[in-house]
């Protein structure tokens, strides 16, 4: 959970602060402790209940009223009860696990951050470009469950991007034979790929770490070739497979977001939907921006 206000990218295109959620605090009910009216039991729950559903914690709707408090908190001032102070501060809290959960649809109109903290900017329904823009927030603890598919360009296959196909390699980690058909991945955190055989055909599991002149040059993370170099086909198919990366999305994908959504004071756009699912369907042949420099040969 985030302890204090952030100014996002996304949010300053928006011409919003978004509040933030709180984490810890100290109890109300501890012994000869000060009253804090942000604090909240409840924020120190997991961020997934036994149930599945998403633990959110407090959203602050003021990130001024949260830095001034926070400020003469520190200072060691407002440590009583009186409610000309405590009432502002307790109604710039909201909890979001309050809100009810609902399902949305639209078309994307621009997706920034990683699974854990990033934003999906979309437009409901069928909108044009001047809708109102909604922004789907994903959990902080990167455990909002994101899917990505479709078919995609070749200009998807950037260093960074975790790819799978079949074909055969020889002993120095060369596929025999361009690749016509390849997926786009994000392997769960406990995936080990199986070790090359030269020779044999098989599934490759790898990320990129370079692509040129249609040729992509892997990691692989098991055995002795421990990188692949393939050609494309000119016409090779590449399609994206249940992907949780936000730099595989792009403007006009299409897309379907459970959440909890807030459109009062402190949300972004015409509102922000703390976002449990998101679905993507990717716009025939979009591809993603390109990835940060520092995701270069990742996985």
């Known amino acids: 959970m985030f302890r204090s206000a952030r100014r996002s990218a996304l949010a300053r295109r928006l011409g919003i602060v978004i509040a933030v959620f709180a984490c810890g605090g100290v109890s109300a009910s501890a012994q000869n402790t000060p009253y804090d009216p942000y604090a909240d039991a409840h924020d120190a729950l997991p961020p997934v209940a ?3 559903t998403l633990h959110w914690g407090t959203f602050y709707k003021s990130a001024a009223i ?3 408090y926070q400020r003469l908190w ?11 102070i405590t009432t502002p501060v307790e109604r710039n809290r909201l909890v979001i696990d309050n809100l009810p959960e609902a399902s949305f649809t639209g078309t994307v109109r621009e997706a920034t951050g990683p699974l854990a903290g990033g934003m999906i900017a979309f437009t409901e329904g069928t909108g044009g470009a001047g809708a109102p823009v909604v922004v789907a927030q994903l959990h902080p603890a990167g455990v909002t469950q994101l899917a990505i598919g479709g078919r995609t360009s070749a200009d998807a296959l950037v260093p960074g991007v975790t790819v799978r196909f079949r074909a055969q390699v020889d002993d120095r980690g060369r596929v025999v034979d361009p690749v016509e058909m390849l997926d786009i991945v994000t392997p769960p955190a406990d995936f080990a790929p ?4 030269p020779g044999a055909r098989q599934t490759i599991v790898g990320g990129i770490l370079g692509v040129r002149q249609g040729t992509i040059v892997l990691r692989v993370d098991a055995g002795k070739i421990r990188r692949v170099t393939a050609r494309l086909a000119p016409d090779a198919t590449v399609m994206i497979v249940d992907a949780a990366q936000l730099e595989l999305i792009a403007p006009g ?4 977001v459970t959440g909890r959504r807030w459109s009062g004071e402190g949300a972004m756009g015409a509102g922000t939907v703390f976002a449990s699912h998101v679905v993507v369907h990717k716009a025939a042949g979009t591809a993603g921006p390109q990835p940060p420099a520092e995701t270069v040969g990742a996985r």
């Open 66 to 68: 949260q830095k001034s």
């Open 74 to 84: 520190n200072l060691g001032a407002c440590r009583g009860t009186n409610k000309a």
């Open 194 to 197: 199986d070790a090359l055989r």
């Open 50 to 52: 036994a149930d599945g």
């Open 253 to 256: 994908d299409r897309l379907e």
